[in-house]
């Protein structure tokens, strides 16, 4: 094989992949659970927190993710905040993809019916307990779909990571291929690492929705 593929490419790209399973990884795990806490506010806090939320899903979904980690990792030095370049991203990760899947709960939450917070009332228990007990756990099957989508968005979201100076996998190729000049090389390989991380990302989704599948809350088996 072209030592070009063994002594450089391969290495350097192995090396990016590492760090950008290190971004998509806590970035997915966060930003669903800031999307529930989000959609849930959206949905049932009261009048001051649904504007609040609202405004933080129009931001992050408004702005684009570029601008948003520009912000993050040039824009707060400004004010004394400081974050290295893999905590920018990953911050930036987060807020926009809990944006989204703040969208894809709401819907979820609201194709509940209140007949269920209602015999939940009757039954003794706070509005905390039901929305936390019996309507996420439903709304969260319901969204599934839609959120497994946004975390394959996040596994390419992750490759504006360099701009900001962290250098994953598209970073590396480009260093790679800029010192080279032997981009067409770099580049498909790093489209093939990209295929191989939304693919096993992909089976892991499936899997995980059969594991929660309940006939009737949308969530095909199979």
């Given at each position: 094989?072209?030592?070009?593929?063994?002594?450089?490419?391969?290495?350097?790209?192995?090396?990016?992949?590492?760090?950008?399973?290190?971004?998509?990884?806590p970035s997915?795990?966060?930003?669903?659970?800031?999307?529930?806490?989000?959609?849930?506010?959206?949905?049932?806090?009261?009048?001051?927190?649904?504007?609040?939320?609202?405004?933080?899903?129009?931001?992050?979904?408004?702005?684009?993710?570029?601008?948003?980690?520009?912000?993050?990792?040039?824009?707060?030095?400004?004010?004394?905040?400081?974050?290295?370049?893999?905590?920018?991203?990953i911050a930036?990760?987060?807020?926009?993809?809990?944006?989204?899947?703040?969208?894809?709960?709401?819907?979820?939450?609201?194709?509940?019916?209140?007949?269920?917070?209602?015999?939940?009332?009757?039954?003794?228990?706070?509005?905390?307990?039901?929305?936390?007990?019996?309507?996420?756990?439903?709304?969260?099957?319901?969204?599934?779909?839609?959120?497994?989508?946004?975390?394959?968005?996040?596994?390419?979201?992750?490759?504006?990571?360099?701009?900001?100076?962290?250098?994953?996998?598209?970073?590396?190729?480009?260093?790679?291929?800029?010192?080279?000049?032997?981009?067409?090389?770099?580049?498909?390989?790093?489209?093939?690492?990209?295929?191989?991380?939304?693919?096993?990302?992909?089976?892991?989704?499936?899997?995980?929705?059969?594991?929660?599948?309940?006939?009737?809350?949308?969530?095909?088996?199979?």
């Open positions: 094989m072209d030592p070009f593929y063994t002594e450089q490419l391969l290495p350097a790209v192995n090396r990016g992949l590492v760090m950008s399973v290190m971004l998509i990884v997915a795990i966060m930003g669903q659970l800031l999307g529930i806490g989000v959609g849930c506010c959206r949905v049932f806090g009261n009048r001051f927190v649904q504007l609040l939320m609202n405004f933080y899903t129009s931001l992050f979904r408004g702005v684009p993710l570029m601008v948003q980690l520009f912000i993050l990792y040039y824009g707060l030095p400004k004010i004394g905040i400081y974050l290295e370049p893999e905590h920018a991203a930036g990760f987060t807020l926009c993809s809990g944006a989204y899947n703040s969208e894809y709960i709401r819907g979820a939450l609201l194709s509940i019916r209140d007949g269920q917070l209602k015999a939940a009332s009757a039954l003794g228990m706070s509005k905390f307990q039901t929305v936390l007990w019996i309507v996420v756990p439903q709304a969260f099957r319901r969204a599934l779909p839609g959120c497994g989508n946004e975390v394959i968005y996040l596994i390419k979201y992750s490759s504006l990571a360099y701009i900001i100076t962290c250098i994953e996998l598209t970073g590396e190729a480009r260093g790679i291929a800029a010192h080279t000049f032997r981009f067409t090389e770099a580049f498909m390989v790093v489209g093939a690492y990209y295929l191989f991380l939304v693919t096993i990302a992909g089976l892991l989704l499936k899997k995980f929705e059969q594991r929660l599948y309940i006939p009737g809350f949308g969530v095909l088996k199979g």
